[in-house]
């Protein structure tokens, strides 16, 4: 009877530990469900809203030995008053953010070691961001774009996923969202497409990580960045240190204008490393107006991570050749393991270092 009563005893708990078997972290802390798949709706239906556990406001870093996505994809993404609060932001692995229009910035966002299951609202092409991404050389999403933004995709052969002409199955339209701040995809749709098209599946070729940096104390935490100011309309972006915030000591947390930023999902914007450079960034008479910006060449550099400053450059050769972040030594500015951000300003003159 003991032997008996001992082995109902053993599988009881085998039951009750295999019970939480339905889900299962990886080393970075993911939690991957049913094997990772993800659920997918066609592309003429409106996906409902991912839903976030409270968990999802401290996001732990994922390193790139482990992606989720077999290749790196970069997608632009609106950053309109209308278009707030974003889908996809909190996923992507590195964000790069430049003047647009009218004082309106846009981002182009990296996804590769992180899925999307709503990415957007996506917007048009600049050809800035176009040189970036084929110095990259990576698939770069969008919805249309400006003539020269078009023209410079044929150019260079940038491996192309517009919505407007040849990869319409790669997007959705959201029909709680007014045009033209209505365009969503996903990491899912986007890959799918990368494979139809036969673009192959690359890694991005990002800064190296680091674990100690020494520079100049960023004494208050914050640092804030001016894109844009005029007697009726500024747009200002800041970065507050946040003790605890994530998996790593620590990080930034996104404002614009003093208002805390986060997705639809309400997860909050963050960065472990920001990287702002400076170059040269102009208003053009266009219809609508557009912005100019010299991408190519080198500028001044800086590097907040763990709030320490550090000083470089940024040097982008040709179109062809990818962006470089060089330390003073020439060698490249390491980052933090995380989400990084990438401020491309006009001047480092427009950046408030609390100093």
Not at 27 to 47: D, F, I, L, M
Not at 70 to 91: C, T
Not at 306 to 320: F, H, P, S, Y
């Amino acid at each position: 009877m003991k032997k008996a009563r001992t082995l109902g005893l053993i599988i009881m708990c085998l039951i009750l530990s295999l019970g939480g078997c339905g889900k299962a972290s990886d080393p970075s802390g993911k939690t991957v469900e049913n094997g990772g798949a993800v659920n997918q709706t066609s592309s003429a239906e409106t996906p409902a809203a991912e839903t976030e556990t409270s968990s999802a406001t401290e996001p732990v870093p994922v390193p790139e030995d482990d992606p989720a996505l077999p290749g790196g994809v970069l997608v632009m993404i609106d950053n309109h008053s209308k278009a707030r609060p974003q889908s996809g932001l909190d996923k992507a692995d590195v964000v790069f953010e430049i003047m647009a229009e009218g004082g309106i910035t846009r981002y182009m966002a990296l996804f590769y070691t992180q899925s999307a299951e709503k990415i957007g609202p996506v917007r048009s092409a600049r050809y800035y961001f176009v040189q970036l991404a084929k110095g990259m050389d990576l698939p770069y999403a969008h919805v249309g774009g400006s003539t020269d933004g078009l023209s410079t995709i044929s150019k260079l052969g940038v491996k192309d996923l517009n919505e407007m002409s040849n990869a319409g199955y790669c997007f959705w339209r959201d029909k709680s969202r007014k045009a033209p701040h209505n365009t969503y995809t996903s990491t899912e749709k986007l890959m799918a497409g990368i494979e139809k098209k036969g673009f192959g599946d690359k890694a991005p070729v990002l800064p190296p990580y680091g674990t100690e940096f020494i520079g100049e104390a960023l004494a208050v935490g914050e640092v804030e960045l001016d894109y844009y100011s005029s007697g009726s309309y500024s747009y200002r972006v800041t970065w507050r240190w946040e003790e605890g915030l994530g998996g790593n000591g620590g990080q930034y947390r996104r404002y614009i204008n003093d208002k805390a930023q986060s997705t639809l999902e309400e997860v909050p914007l963050v960065a472990d490393t920001i990287y702002i450079l400076a170059a040269s960034t102009t208003s053009r008479n266009t219809e609508p107006l557009t912005s100019a910006v010299d991408i190519i060449g080198e500028g001044d550099a800086l590097c907040i991570v763990d709030n320490q400053i550090l000083r470089g450059k940024w040097v982008k050769e040709t179109a062809e050749k990818p962006l470089q972040i060089l330390d003073s030594t020439g060698q490249p500015m390491k980052r933090k393991l995380g989400k990084t951000w990438v401020q491309i300003i006009d001047s480092l003159d427009d950046v408030d270092l609390g100093q």
